[in-house]
């Protein structure tokens, strides 16, 4: 028998503030789309790029999940890492988003 106390306490502790942090760096995406729009090419570019690593991210994510499910290949143990990976940079993305906003309505 094991123990499922101390996996329920993994996930509680690692994957549900990666998805809270993940939510709302798509949340903020979405309620910036206006003001990117009205503002300079650097912020209109920032802001494409973060949209796009939304969506690379959960294809990087779904393809691992689909790659363990399937099995026999190596394929997960690449994607999953490089899953951490994409959504750093998206979440690097969302920040400097965040900063140039808060610097130019301030």
Known sequence: MGSGGIGSVAVGVIVVPYLLLALASIVANRMLVGWARRSDRFVK???????????????????????????????????????????????????TLLGTYAVQTA
């Open 45 to 95: 570019i920032v802001h494409a790029a973060n949209s796009w690593s939304i969506v690379l991210a959960f294809v990087v994510v779904i393809a691992s999940v689909v790659g363990i499910n399937a099995g026999g290949l190596p394929l997960p143990f690449v994607l999953l890492p490089l899953s951490g990976v994409v959504w750093g940079v998206h979440f690097l993305l969302a920040a």
